[in-house]
């Protein structure tokens, strides 16, 4: 070292720099996963007792510890000939101990109470007609009355969040209005899973053979802040969520948050990919929840599917109908938007000025690889599907990440993901599962951008 | 002193019985054959400690890949399989194989000093205690070179990941080699259990009344007990699961009607007393060497007996606070969690009552006394973040995150191996025969705090901000990465620690340049401390008789009525047991067994599976007959005759 370099750093200026990076670091508590950023009440529940019990140890630890250095202080042997001594051998003292068996136990009935009013809180929705503990947990009647039902099935090693009450299935992103209790019922298809979201709740076992509960509601006010809801919390079912996601968070440890985007994680050993199976869960206003559900059911609602085209109905503009393309491949259909009001018998081939591609070709040639390539054998899309092997792809386009929330999902990493998925997530079942093997033609799809391409097309469309 | 001087002066007599069907090795025997037969409680202890600290290093090892795959996100040191194996058997190598054998190591040698005895109840049964558990060890990591790898389970292989079923490699074995090795163990375990508890209940020197036993006995006690009553729940789990995957039985296949909630209660009505039985010998030797190190005796021994008594008997009724999330109702989570609460009282008691014994003495900082007092620091705090975890809002934050892996570290390692290194620093001397190096020995304290620390403490606020344990990596962006880079550090300086002090130890034995010992280097108080170091193998040349507590401390320091007398030595002189051959061959017996069971299974060239159970009935068979032999090998035995200052 340099003299000069040897002046300015000297080793108490190292120590107390790493002391101030290790503090600056430790400062910031509002990381995805959290749980020392609580934006719910029931993790608002648990971060207080957690606190009360963090002031209580450390009270204790201050006191027994600083006893403890008093007693090795004063009663140090300073010397040879003291280390010799013999000390007078006394045995006990049944008041001081007695004394400190009480003062522990009631130290102890100090962090009783809130626990069990915590485990009443976490395991029961509060009653709607119990106005007194509404009141006294800041909730409103229409809170619960408005709660909406999540039916989440783990598997390994991904998410299915089935809406009962709205008959809509999505997979790996909750979506969840912001100011209404979510009842959550957890089953599981395989092993044990667990369901974690730091910033909502604590987590709760999904147990095979049984149907665990919890519920959660966010706190908006926190989320929002100051700032208007609406901006505050970006809209999912038009896209707008995806695109702020985007933007502010590259991945990296520069993480800045987005409002209404909590992240999740499996918290229950489940097999080789147990660390990839996270989720995410996007907080709505109510206005933009509904949104978000009517687009669900429209898209997983058999009767509005697309029908083929009927020479003897006449269409609005606007409408889709289902046609013969043969450039698509012979027998191939695509989907054509009328620009105008169209009359009785004028299909798209004998009118081709009065309708439009509704996709592009790349869209339409991935629609049917989809089919070709086996992905319809294990994924719904646009239709629930609930005993799928794979997740749900309806409106996959509005989906923010990837892969169980691993990877952002954009089209680099939905083509990795195409091409060799085993790389990504070592033992998923896309790789892995019953059926697939080295003939299956997702395996061979490593080599062909073509085809990759035109289905990353028709997934990301799906918006 | 209030004897006669004894006339014998060792005239080597061998004295074989010539009914005897098959000769036994005799009292000259030396070298390995000795150390293979030998049944001589110090020796087996040795062989416990070593086997324990050589698996010590292994499951470091595995420890320090984990490390070095969360240095960064997406690290690739390990893919996530072999990671998956690793935390499993790291978990499994540590509490089987490292903290149980070392604490057995002490039961044995330390124990039937300590009470006055010539040797364990049941000699023969001790041996094959060691050779059981040896093999335990040997069928966990023979798993690493067989079909699948080595198990990734978790070391609590919660059902159903265990089905068959649910395997991620088609006919993985690591689950089979977890289960027999499990089962191994657990019959090394009962058998030491119950030759302990036989030992101190009937073979204590006379006057040496139950509330005169040193308090490392009475843990001892206290834990083979908690041994004996909590090993069946899992060896019937273990059974169940056995039948499960070999036989299709239905017990945990939830497909079938099987309930995995079933093995969680079974695995941790097992494993909540295990944990005590992790930690309740090293509080044993910490209350052994605070007195010492503080020159009074112990504060309240009383209490501190009964409360360790009281965790050993409420440790049986805590064992769902594991199970908080898994959804058990109201009432029944409510239930455990106070008692969880209740639990920390006794635990409190010892930590008083250690400050409290030192509390007016005259404190030396020896290594023994440096980690016993590490221990206490270390384990309050692991303590504290149990009682928060006793909290069952705040366990659905913390369970199965890394707040909790930093909660049993500090109880593991902080806690337990800090103990049983103090008792290593401890008692080495009395079983080398040297002291060894103080400057060195701080050393490696020091390593090993700072390393520890660094470690383990980032992890509470690791689990805090969200990272759930058990995952081999993690992604960009949740802010880990800094705080794992300390702990990975830190886990280096502890291994480097943890090392030296393993040289330390085994080096104090060859090493002749080491400073004799003598009776009583620590001017420590029980028993153990008047014989010689090291311990001739008849440990007291004549039974002592027992005046007071602390009895080597009464006889330099105590008023005259209460020094020990000794016992006449009878006639014949010290009766010396033979070594034996029969526990080795049993226990390779039920290695073939356990073999033949892991490998009966083949798929024929039909595709048909055929079971061939030929192994495992030669196996059975090699056991059954060295129990027979055992029972047929006659008294044998020679005799010694010491001289006065001989012991």
């Known amino acids: ?463 | 002193m209030a004897t006669e001087s004894i006339k014998y002066l060792s005239p080597d007599t061998e004295n074989k019985a010539k009914t005897q069907v098959f000769p036994r090795p005799g009292q000259h025997t030396t070298g390995l054959i000795d150390w293979l037969t030998t049944i001589d409680h110090k020796k087996i202890g040795l062989m416990y400690g070593l086997t324990a600290l050589f698996f010590l290093i292994v499951g470091g090892i595995e420890a320090l890949l984990i490390r070095s795959q969360l240095w960064d996100h997406n690290m690739t040191v390990l893919t996530n399989r072999e990671y998956n194996q690793m935390f499993t058997m790291h978990g499994t190598t540590m509490v089987f194989l490292v903290i149980m054998p070392l604490s057995a190591a002490f039961f044995n040698f330390v124990m039937p000093l300590q009470i006055g005895a010539r040797d364990v109840a049941f000699p023969r049964m001790n041996t094959l205690s060691l050779w059981c558990f040896i093999v335990g060890g040997l069928v966990l990591n023979l798993s690493w070179f067989f079909t699948g790898g080595s198990p990734a389970i978790g070391w609590f292989g919660y059902a159903p990941l265990t089905d068959t079923r649910f395997a991620e490699v088609i006919g993985d074995m690591g689950p089979d080699f977890w289960i027999f090795s499990l089962q191994i163990l657990g019959v090394a375990s009962l058998l030491a259990s119950f030759n302990f508890i036989t030992t101190i209940i009937n073979m204590r020197a006379p006057g040496m009344t139950m509330m005169r036993l040193p308090v490392f006995t009475w843990m001892t006690l206290i834990v083979s007990f908690l041994i004996i009553l909590a090993f069946p729940a899992i060896t019937i789990a273990l059974v169940e699961l056995m039948f499960d995957r070999t036989y299709g039985t239905n017990f945990f296949d939830f497909l079938e009607g099987g309930k995995p909630h079933l093995w969680q209660h079974l695995f941790w009505i097992f494993g909540h007393p295990e944990v005590y039985i992790l930690i309740l010998p090293a509080m044993g030797i910490v209350s052994e060497v605070i007195p010492v190190f503080s020159r009074k005796p112990l504060f309240g021994y009383g209490l501190i007996v009964f409360s360790g008594a009281i965790i050993g008997f409420m440790g049986f009724a805590v064992w769902s606070h594991h199970m908080f999330t898994t959804g058990m109702g109201v009432v029944a989570t409510s239930a455990f969690a106070m008692l969880t609460m209740l639990i920390a009282i006794p635990t409190g008691v010892k930590i008083f009552n250690w400050i409290g014994t030192m509390w007016g003495g005259r404190i030396r900082f020896d290594t023994p006394m440096l980690f016993a007092l590490g221990f206490i620091t270390m384990f309050m705090i692991g303590g504290f973040t149990g009682i928060m975890h006793s909290s069952v809002p705040i366990d659905a934050q913390h369970q199965d995150s890394y707040f909790v892996v930093a909660h049993f570290h500090y109880v593991l390692i902080g806690g337990a191996l800090f103990g049983l290194y103090c008792g290593f620093y401890f008692w080495l001397p009395k079983m080398s025969g040297r002291l060894m190096n103080e400057k060195l020995g701080k050393f490696v304290f020091t390593l090993m705090f700072i390393g520890f620390n660094l470690t383990f403490f980032p992890m509470h606020y690791l689990g805090m901000i969200g990272q759930p344990r058990r995952t081999h990596t993690y992604n960009e962006g949740h802010g880990f990465e800094m705080w794992n880079q300390a702990a990975t550090i830190g886990a280096f300086i502890l291994g480097v620690g943890i090392v030296i002090g393993i040289y330390q130890f085994v080096n104090s034995f060859f090493n002749k340049k080491l400073k004799p010992a003598g009776k009583n280097p620590w001017d420590a108080r029980t028993l153990e401390w008047t014989l010689s170091s090291p311990v001739k193998e008849y440990n007291f040349s004549r039974t002592p008789i027992i005046k007071a507590r602390d009895q080597a401390w009464e006889n330099n320091y105590g008023s005259k009525e209460n020094h020990s007398e000794k016992e006449p030595l009878d006639d014949h002189g010290v009766h010396m047991p033979d070594r034996s051959w029969w526990p080795l061959v049993t226990a390779l017996g039920l290695f073939g067994l356990c073999l033949g069971m892991l490998f009966h299974r083949n798929i024929d060239p039909s595709g048909e599976l055929v079971r061939n159970y030929t192994v495992a009935i030669a196996g059975g068979a090699v056991m059954v007959f060295g129990i027979i032999m055992w029972a047929l090998e006659g008294p044998g035995g020679y005799h010694l005759f010491p001289k006065e200052e001989e012991e």
């Open chain 1, 1 to 463: 070292m340099t003299p000069i370099f040897r002046k300015f750093i000297s080793i108490p200026h190292f120590i107390i720099g790493i002391f101030l990076i290790l503090a600056g670091s430790c400062s910031r508590i509002d990381h995805k996963q959290s749980a020392l950023d609580p934006k719910g009440l029931v993790s608002q529940n648990q971060y207080d007792v957690f606190m009360l019990s963090v002031w209580i140890t450390i009270f204790l630890f201050c006191a027994v510890g600083g006893c403890l250095l008093y007693v090795l202080w004063r009663y140090r042997a300073k010397t040879a000939e003291e280390a010799k001594e013999v000390p007078p051998q006394s045995h006990g003292n049944s008041m001081v101990e007695t004394g400190l068996i009480i003062a522990s136990s009631i130290i102890l009935v100090i962090l009783a109470v809130p626990t069990l009013q915590g485990i009443v809180l976490l395991n029961r929705v509060p009653d709607a007609n119990d106005t007194e503990s509404l009141e006294k947990l800041g909730l409103d009647r229409s809170q619960i009355d408005g709660a909406i039902t999540v039916n989440v099935t783990g598997k390994r090693f991904f998410w299915v969040f089935e809406y009962p009450q709205f008959g809509i299935v999505t997979a790996n992103e909750l979506v969840f209005p912001a100011s209404k209790a979510v009842r959550i019922n957890l089953r599981t298809e395989d092993v044990i899973h667990s369901f974690w979201v730091p910033k909502l709740a604590g987590k709760m076992d999904l147990m095979p053979g049984q149907e665990n509960f919890m519920w959660f509601i966010a706190d908006q006010s926190k989320i929002i802040g100051d700032a208007d809801a609406a901006t505050a919390m970006p809209s999912v079912h038009d896209g707008e969520m995806r695109a702020k996601v985007f933007a502010k968070q590259k991945f990296t440890d520069e993480f800045e948050p987005v409002g209404g985007l909590f992240y999740g994680q499996c918290a229950e050993y489940c097999g080789n990919s147990h660390a990839y199976m996270s989720f995410r869960a996007l907080a709505q206003t109510d206005e933009d929840f509904d949104k978000w559900v009517k687009r669900f059911q429209n898209a997983q609602n058999p009767n509005l599917a697309t029908k083929s085209y009927d020479p003897q109905s006449s269409y609005e503009k606007g409408s889709l109908v289902s046609f013969a393309d043969p450039k698509l491949g012979s027998g191939s259909n695509r989907e054509y938007r009328s620009i105008r009001q169209i009359a009785p018998g004028q299909s798209p081939q004998l009118n081709p000025g009065a309708w439009e591609k509704a996709h592009s070709d790349d869209y339409e040639i991935g629609k049917q690889l989809f089919a070709s390539l086996q992905c319809v054998q294990c994924h719904a899309v646009n239709r629930t599907g609930l005993g799928a092997k794979g997740p749900n792809l309806t409106l996959y386009g509005l989906r923010t990440s990837l892969a169980a929330g691993w990877m952002r999902n954009d089209e680099e990493s939905l083509s990795k993901w195409l091409k060799n998925s085993n790389d990504i997530k070592y033992g998923n079942l896309m790789w892995n599962g019953e059926g697939v093997d080295d003939r299956h033609p997702l395996r061979n799809l490593e080599n062909d951008d073509e085809k990759v391409d035109q289905l990353i097309a028709y997934l990301l469309g799906q918006s």
